[in-house]
C-alpha cells in the first residue's frame, strides 16, 4: 500500500494548495484518476479488439467544495489559471482550452441531475500529451468528484457505476473535446485493478484480470518528450481509415467489427480492399489483435523473453503498417534494442511522440537510462524523462 500512503502525504499538501485559492473550508473532498500504460493492443479499442491496460500510480488529482458563488471556480495548478463561469457559459468551444474537461462533465451531469456550483482545485503528475491518458485521467476525476457533490449515482465499488461513467468520459472526449478515441482508456482509469493488468474486449466492454508478476523484471516508462497534440495529429484519420476498411469487408464478410477477423482469413481480407495504405492498416489490426492474445499467455506464463519478442513485434507494425511512430519513439526503439539487457520495447498510447515502455531487469534500469540519454540527446537535443511503474487501482476518493 505504498501508493496510498503517498496519496494520504500528498492529500494534507493538496488541501493547504486549494485553501490557498479559495480560503479555508472544511467541506472538503479529495479525489484521484490514475493515467495509464498500454502493455500492447494498440489502436484497435476503436475497431473493438482486445487491449491490455494496466494504470500507473500518476494522476490527477482534484480537491472540491461546494461554494455559495453563483457561479463555478476551478483552479488548475499546471496552467496556473484560476477560471469562474456559470452553467449558461458552458460550451464545447469555450476559448480556455483545459476548461472543456470540466464543462464535458457538467454538461452531462446537468442532464441527469441539479449542480450546483463549487470550487475546484484541479493538480496532476502525470506528463500531458504523451501517451499516458492525461485526458482520461482529468475527466474521470471531474466526474467521479461532481458525482460525488452532487449525490448522483456515487458508488465507490460499484462495477456498473465506474462502467457507465468511463462511457460516460469517452462521450465527452468524442463530442466535446473533437478526439474520436476509443474506450480503452477511460475504462481502466475507472476500472484499474492494484497490480494487475487488464484485458479489455472494447466491443463487448468484458474485463478479464491478471496479475502482473515480472519477477526480476519490469517495465521502465520513457517519455520522448517530443510535444504533440493528440487532437491535431493523424488519430482522427487512423479511425476514419479503419472505418472505411470495415465498410468494404461487410460487403463480402460477416463481420461486425475488424476485430472479427481471424489471422487465417487475413489474406482473403486484404484481397477486397482497394487501397494499399488501407491494406496495411488492416494487417496492423489483424496482427495486434494476435499478438494481444499471445502477450496475455505470455505474462500468465511469465515468459518475459516471450514477452518482450511480442511488444517489438507490436511497435515495428505500429511503424511499418500503421504509421504512428515517428522519429522520436523509433530512435529510442532502435537504441532500447541494441542494449542487451532489453527484453522488449514498444510505444505505448496513441503514438505520434510521447512515451515507450522497456521491459528489462530492475537491476540494468540505471545503465540503461544512461546509455541511452546521452544518445538520445546528441541526436535530437531533446532530454529523455522516466518514470518506473506500480500497477494501481482506478479512479477514488483519497
Ligand atoms: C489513445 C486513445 C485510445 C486508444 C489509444 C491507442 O490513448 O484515447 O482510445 O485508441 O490512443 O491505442
New binding site residues.
Given amino acids: 500500500m505504498q501508493s496510498d500512503l503517498i496519496q494520504q502525504k500528498n492529500k494534507k499538501k493538496l488541501i493547504k494548495n486549494f485553501e490557498k485559492v479559495f480560503g479555508s473550508n472544511k467541506n472538503l473532498s479529495v479525489f484521484f484518476a490514475p493515467g495509464r500504460i498500454?502493455i500492447i493492443?494498440?489502436?484497435?479499442?476503436?475497431c473493438g479488439g482486445k487491449?491490455l491496460p494496466a494504470a500507473i500510480d500518476k494522476g490527477t488529482f482534484v480537491v472540491i467544495s461546494p461554494s455559495s458563488k453563483k457561479y463555478f471556480s476551478c483552479f488548475s495548478k499546471n496552467e496556473n489559471d484560476l477560471v469562474n463561469f456559470t452553467s449558461k457559459e458552458i460550451s464545447a468551444k469555450y476559448p480556455i482550452f483545459w476548461v472543456r474537461y470540466l464543462m464535458g462533465v457538467l454538461q452531462h451531469l446537468q442532464t441527469k441531475t441539479k449542480t450546483s456550483p463549487c470550487n475546484i482545485y484541479i493538480e496532476g503528475n502525470l506528463p500531458l500529451e504523451s501517451?499516458l491518458?492525461s485526458?482520461?485521467s482529468l475527466l474521470l476525476v471531474l466526474s467521479w468528484a461532481l458525482q460525488y457533490l452532487s449525490d448522483f449515482r456515487y458508488n465507490e465499488n460499484d462495477f456498473e457505476n465506474r462502467k457507465q461513467t468511463a462511457l460516460v468520459c469517452?462521450k465527452i472526449?468524442n463530442q466535446f473535446i473533437g478526439?474520436q478515441?476509443?474506450?480503452?482508456?477511460?475504462a481502466v482509469v475507472a476500472l484499474a485493478k492494484q497490480n494487475n493488468v487488464m484485458l479489455l474486449d472494447c466491443e463487448k466492454f468484458e474485463l478479464e484480470w491478471l496479475e502482473c508478476n515480472l519477477g526480476e523484471d519490469t517495465f521502465l516508462i520513457v517519455n520522448s518528450n517530443k510535444p504533440r497534440s493528440?487532437i491535431e495529429s493523424k488519430?482522427n484519420q487512423r479511425k476514419q481509415e479503419t472505418d472505411q476498411c470495415l465498410l468494404w469487408l461487410q460487403r463480402k464478410m460477416q463481420i461486425t467489427s475488424l476485430a472479427g477477423i481471424p489471422t487465417e482469413q487475413l489474406e482473403e481480407a486484404l484481397s477486397f480492399i482497394p487501397v494499399k495504405t488501407l491494406q496495411k492498416r488492416l494487417k496492423h489490426q489483424v496482427t495486434e489483435n494476435q499478438r494481444v492474445k499471445l502477450a496475455y499467455q505470455q505474462i500468465a506464463a511469465k515468459d518475459n523473453i516471450g514477452l518482450g519478442k511480442t511488444l517489438k513485434e507490436s511497435h515495428l507494425s505500429l511503424r511499418e503498417n500503421y504509421e504512428v511512430t515517428g522519429k522520436e519513439l523509433d530512435l529510442i526503439f532502435d537504441y532500447s534494442i541494441q542494449n542487451k539487457s532489453v527484453k522488449g520495447v514498444r510505444m505505448t498510447?496513441?503514438?505520434f511522440a510521447g512515451c515507450l515502455i522497456v521491459l528489462l531487469p530492475k537491476n540494468e534500469v540505471e545503465n540503461y537510462q544512461n546509455q541511452i540519454q546521452g544518445k538520445y540527446q546528441a541526436a535530437t537535443g531533446l532530454k529523455l524523462s522516466f518514470y518506473s511503474t506500480t500497477f494501481t487501482q482506478g479512479v477514488r476518493k483519497i
Fill in positions: 498500454n493492443g494498440e489502436h484497435i479499442d476503436y487491449v501517451g491518458s485526458s482520461a469517452q472526449e478526439l478515441c476509443g474506450i480503452m482508456d477511460q493528440l488519430y498510447g496513441a503514438g
